[in-house]
């Protein structure tokens, strides 16, 4: 632990500030219109119960929105948007604010016409409606879903300027289903069993191969997100969770699952979500997503605007592997590191938060973070992952990523290695 995060240490931080907070604090309080004068809220009633039937955020927060980038593709369609990563604090995405990625646009399904079919190597192919779904014993558990391409532009220098386009590619959401396992074992799974194919129901029909041993272990077939529906951009009425891996995998509106002996071979597991390497080679099946943090703020979204003195870092770290002991953040381009505060639940394949408070002296800053998985994991350098995997890469970059503050408390998107 460093200083800093000492009880002694922010103590004395505090004190350090404290003047500062003192004098501006009173010179705020004499005569200030926000205290002296009628506020236009205060003289009239406010509007009853049930005007607002479901509840939307306030108007002052519209620009705590998802957000896309026009020219990544060549038509909404098939295309992504971002979550707002800079605007959020703790670890739970709110349902309005998950990222969307859709290969063939949204597809509307009515839960009454829904079905979930089973079939293959199973003793007895079987079809499901949601209200059959809903009979098994279902689970609740919070998971991040971090696709494959997150932070891909980056893989090559600094591109997006801003967490939300670099690393918004993730929300983090409580998830009620049952589990796959369950599903499976009511049609019987047959000996030769090995795999299962996921299939949505969307235009684009995505599928993909999922190992039998994942399938059984902690696989969800999820009809709730923090407590309500789904939403239609995550696969209303039923997606399939894959907790820790790639978010392609997460086959949304699903509505077969069938079980064979050996993967296949699909669109989205061979010529898409591969890695192709330096000597011309292509890795494939790399599930797992690896350990991974960014700075939310500062961020260039999201500049320092108080000027010097007492400031807030903050971020968000994840593990494919398991939970994130640690995080360290550096205010000097990795030189010194200090280890961060984490704050909120710790939870298998879920995000984290971490706080670092400090006193900022207005001289430039290099933030970078580098989180530390239960595995003992470290998040590697951007260099690092070059040294492994060269230049060809998109999908998997989970190095570490530079914010540069400049004076007026400005950050840029930079890269240091
Ligand atoms: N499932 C279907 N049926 N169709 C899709 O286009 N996109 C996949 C996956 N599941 C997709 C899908 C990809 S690439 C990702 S990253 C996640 O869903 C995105 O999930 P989200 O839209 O809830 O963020
Ligand atoms: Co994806």
Redo the contacts with the bound molecule.
């Keep these: 632990m460093t200083d800093k995060t000492t009880r002694r240490g922010l103590l004395k931080a505090g004190f350090a500030t404290g003047a500062g907070f003192g004098l501006a604090g009173a010179a705020r309080a004499a005569g200030d219109p926000a205290i002296t004068e009628v506020q236009p809220w205060a003289p009239m009633l406010g509007e009853g119960v049930d005007a607002r039937p479901y509840g939307l955020p306030s108007k002052f927060e519209a620009e705590v929105v998802r957000r896309n980038v026009p020219w990544l593709t060549a038509d909404p369609v098939?295309s992504?948007n971002f979550t707002p990563l800079h605007e959020l604090d703790g670890i739970i995405t709110p349902n309005g604010l998950?990222?969307?990625?859709?290969?063939?646009g949204i597809?509307e399904v009515d839960p009454g016409d829904y079905r979930l079919m089973i079939n293959g190597l199973v003793d007895t192919p079987m079809v499901f409606t949601l209200e059959d779904l809903k009979r098994f014993p279902r689970e609740n558990r919070v998971h991040f879903?971090?696709?494959?391409?997150n932070t891909g532009m980056e893989w090559r220098g600094a591109q997006l300027n801003g967490c939300q386009f670099t690393h918004g590619?993730i929300?983090n959401v409580m998830y009620t289903g049952v589990p796959l396992r369950l599903i499976l074992e009511e049609a019987g799974i047959k000996t030769s069993a090995r795999w299962i194919l996921a299939?949505?129901?969307?235009a684009?029909?995505?599928t993909r191969s999922i190992p039998m041993e994942k399938a059984l272990d902690d696989c969800l077939v999820a009809f709730k997100m923090n407590g309500e529906a789904l939403r239609p951009?995550?696969?209303y009425p039923v997606?399939l969770v894959v907790p820790g891996w790639?978010?392609?995998?997460?086959?949304?509106?699903?509505r077969r699952i069938e079980v064979g002996d050996q993967p296949w071979h699909h669109r989205?597991e061979t010529s898409k979500y591969t890695d192709l390497l330096a000597d011309g080679k292509a890795r494939r099946f790399t599930w797992e997503m690896d350990a991974k943090s960014v700075i939310t703020n500062p961020s260039p979204q999201a500049p320092i605007t108080h000027g010097p003195g007492r400031t807030v870092i903050t971020g968000v770290a994840w593990s494919g592997r398991g939970t994130i002991p640690r995080v360290d953040v550096t205010l000097d381009g990795g030189i010194n590191w200090h280890q961060a505060r984490m704050s909120g639940p710790s939870m298998q394949k879920s995000m984290h938060r971490f706080y670092y408070e400090f006193d900022w002296d207005g001289r430039p800053l290099l933030l970078q973070s580098r989180a530390h998985d239960s595995t003992g994991y470290v998040q590697p350098t951007k260099d690092q992952l070059r040294a492994l995997r060269g230049e060809n890469s998109i999908y998997h970059n989970n190095g570490i990523q530079t914010w540069a503050v400049n004076e007026q408390g400005v950050a840029e998107n930079v890269e240091v290695s």
């Design positions: 098939s992504v998950c990222f969307e990625r859709h290969h063939g597809a879903l971090e696709c494959a391409a590619m929300h299939e949505g129901a969307d684009s029909a995505m951009e995550q696969g997606r790639e978010g392609n995998m997460w086959v949304k509106w699903l989205e």
